[in-house]
Each structure stands twice: as structure tokens, then as C-alpha cells.
T-cell receptor, first 114, second 112 residues
Framework: DAGITQSPRHKVTETGTPVTLRCHQT?????MYWYRQDPGHGLRLIHY???????DKGEVSDGYSVSRSKTEDFLLTLESATSSQTSVYFC?????????????FGPGTRLTVL | AQTVTQSQPEMSVQEAETVTLSCTYD???????LFWYKQPPSRQMILVIR??????QNATENRFSVNFQKAAKSFSLKISDSQLGDAAMYFC?????????FGKGTRLHILP
């Protein structure tokens, strides 16, 4: 199994509070991704990173920011959480140097915004 | 814009039988990759199989195989000798030049 951990695994927060989710990998892979999973939508890409300090937006990036200061860590921040951001968040990494390489997923974080 | 469609929200199959999950996609790109992922109740996303569009040969991983028809933009997953542990959500995914698109999933039930 790819060495990917996510923290926290569960979080309940209130509307308007900032939230940061962490993805940590031990594989030294170049690409890292953040997705959200909602019923009826499958997985949707929020942001991805192709190297330290190199990030780009995905399909549903509004309301989210990311940072990658080290190869192994990719942080997802909700500056001011809203109820529409209640979701399950998955981090993924790619096992190669190309964008199209296979992704491996972390265990997920369930976020509830009240 | 690229799209991925899984037309079967749910399917059931008898244990030890064969089942095929369908996936169609739309793209104008010629070079891309297709994946099937399995998500059991634990929620962990697990790679099942991968297909490079430039390869004509269908990918196979043990009991899992695909029927890749590039001209028809179809990428179905066949599971042979279904086992109880195959029960899960299955997601088809397209990875193109700058896009990753997942289908909405097919929930597969295995009947003992």
C-alpha cells in the first residue's frame, strides 16, 4: 500500500471557522491531489500539486486553498467553512513523474460543517 | 469538455458468476488513461485496473478485465468468478492532458 495518511480522519466544525486538512506521504511522489466525494457526484478534484510550491486548481476549487512547502505534505485549507463543504475529502498521490500516472488514495477525512 | 458516464447506479450478481460494469466517456484527446477504482465500505479507494488509450490490448488483473473500445469511447469492467469481497462502489475515471474526471459510480452487490 502507498504510504499516505490523512489527518484528522473526522472533524466537526462550525460555519465560518477555518479548517486545515493534512495529507502526508512517505513515497516521495511528485503529484499530490485533493478530492471531495459527495453522494451523486463521485469524486471531484479540488486542487493538485506537481511539486513543492507548485499547485493548480481543479474542478471545484472555490472556497479552498492549498499549500505544499515540503514534498511529503499537502495541506487543504477552508478559510471559512460553509455547510456546503460538508463532505468526505480524499488525498491522492501519483506513483510516477507524469500527470497521467496512477493515483493512490489516502483513507479519507469526513468533515461536517454545522 | 470531457465527461464520464456510468449508466448503472446499482447492480447485483450471484457469487461465482460474471458481471460487467459499463463506462462511457467523451473526449477529443487522443492520448489519455482510464482507470477503475473500487471503494468498499471502508471508503478506501483502491485501484482495480488501468488502461492506456494507446494500447489496443485490453488490460487484465487476475479476475478483473476491461473491454476497451476506443472508437466507441467505452471502457467496461468485467469481474469473473465474483466473490463476496467484490461488493463495493466502482468508479470509472478518465485522466487526460489536464483533467481528471470520475464517474458517479456503480454499487455492486454480491448475492450469496
Amino acid at each position: 500500500d502507498a504510504g499516505i495518511t490523512q489527518s484528522p480522519r473526522h472533524k466537526v466544525t462550525e460555519t465560518g471557522t477555518p479548517v486545515t486538512l493534512r495529507c502526508h506521504q512517505t513515497e516521495n511522489h511528485r503529484y499530490m491531489y485533493w478530492y471531495r466525494q459527495d453522494p451523486g457526484h463521485g469524486l471531484r478534484l479540488i486542487h493538485y500539486s506537481y511539486g513543492v510550491k507548485d499547485t493548480d486548481k481543479g474542478e471545484v476549487s472555490d472556497g479552498y486553498s492549498v499549500s505544499r512547502s515540503k514534498t511529503e505534505d499537502f495541506l487543504l485549507t477552508l478559510e471559512s467553512a460553509t455547510s456546503s463543504q460538508t463532505s468526505v475529502y480524499f488525498c491522492a498521490i501519483s506513483d510516477g513523474v507524469r500527470w497521467t500516472d496512477t493515483q493512490y488514495f489516502g483513507p479519507g477525512t469526513r468533515l461536517t460543517v454545522l | 469538455a470531457q465527461t464520464v458516464t456510468q449508466s448503472q447506479p446499482e447492480m447485483s450478481v450471484q457469487e461465482a458468476e460474471t458481471v460487467t460494469l459499463s463506462c462511457t466517456y467523451d473526449t477529443s484527446e487522443s492520448d489519455y488513461y482510464l482507470f477503475w477504482y473500487k471503494q468498499p465500505p471502508s471508503r478506501q479507494m483502491i485501484l482495480v485496473i488501468r488502461q492506456e488509450a494507446y494500447k489496443q490490448q485490453n488490460a487484465t488483473e487476475n479476475r478483473f478485465s476491461v473491454n476497451f473500445q476506443k472508437a466507441a469511447k467505452s471502457f467496461s469492467l468485467k469481474i469473473s468468478d465474483s466473490q463476496l469481497g467484490d461488493a463495493a462502489m466502482y468508479f470509472c475515471a478518465y485522466k487526460g492532458d489536464d483533467k481528471i474526471i470520475f464517474g458517479k459510480g456503480t454499487r455492486l452487490h454480491i448475492l450469496p
